[in-house]
């Protein structure tokens, strides 16, 4: 029987990968990291997240549409490129404004437009999702990096055909982590906050 690793030790060992080993990940493990971006809450139960996974070829283009030749010789992490997976979670504005529409929900006053949220739902569903992925990635012993889009979202949507009005969260690179591939990049060297400092009992 295979021994899976508690929450609380996935939680606490949990870094992103930034240096990848190229072997294919197993069909399974893959499959199960996957499976776990559906088990996050969803505001109203909407549900609206698709999963577009890269394989192969596939990843090159990517890397293609994101990272042209000329920048890549500069780029920081050149072992990221190696990662066999990348995963592009979409979420889908228009499927929470519906839903709110609903007779249900409808008293929100958010079934008109995307425009009218607060806080888009989508997105907090989305980070969920995406920390679902990275949890199951890290019990499943495998490297993980969630990383941004920043101004080729559309490049990459039309690249993948997908249909208008989703919005990509980013992007995930799955894979087994190189030695010393987890290592703390610039932005993490700061480590975590104190939790005493940022829970604020009562009032703030
Ligand atoms: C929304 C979001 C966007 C991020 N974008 C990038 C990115 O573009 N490139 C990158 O190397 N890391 C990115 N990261 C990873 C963070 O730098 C990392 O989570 C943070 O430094 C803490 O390190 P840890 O996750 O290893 O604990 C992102 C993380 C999140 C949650």
Redesign the pocket.
């Known amino acids: 029987m295979t021994t899976r690793p508690h929450l609380s030790e996935v939680l606490s060992s949990?870094?992103?990968c930034?240096d990848f080993l190229p072997d294919p990940l197993p069909a399974e493990a893959a499959d199960r990291v996957l499976a776990s971006a559906f088990r996050g809450p969803s505001a109203g139960n909407t549900h609206a997240l698709d999963l577009v996974v890269l394989e192969g070829v596939e990843v090159a283009r990517y890397w293609d549409v994101t990272l042209p030749a000329g920048r890549r010789d500069a780029f920081r992490?050149p072992g990221?490129l190696r990662a066999p997976l990348l995963v592009v979670p979409y979420v889908d504005p228009g499927a929470y404004v519906a839903r709110y529409a609903e007779p249900d929900k409808s008293g929100s006053g958010l079934g008109g437009s995307a425009d009218d949220w607060p806080v888009p739902y989508w997105f907090v569903d989305g980070?969920a999702a995406?920390m679902a992925l990275?949890l199951a990635a890290e019990a499943e012993g495998l490297g993980a990096?969630?990383?941004?889009q920043?101004d080729h979202e559309a490049d990459v949507r039309a690249a993948l055909g997908v249909p208008d009005g989703r919005r990509a969260?980013?992007t995930l690179a799955l894979g087994r982590p190189a030695p010393g591939g987890?290592a703390?990049?610039r932005?993490?060297e700061?480590g975590?906050p104190p939790v005493a400092g940022h829970v604020h009992r009562g009032r703030w």
């Open positions: 949990r870094r992103m930034r992490w990221l980070g995406v990275l990096l969630f990383f941004g920043f969260l980013g987890r703390p990049s932005s993490a700061g975590r």
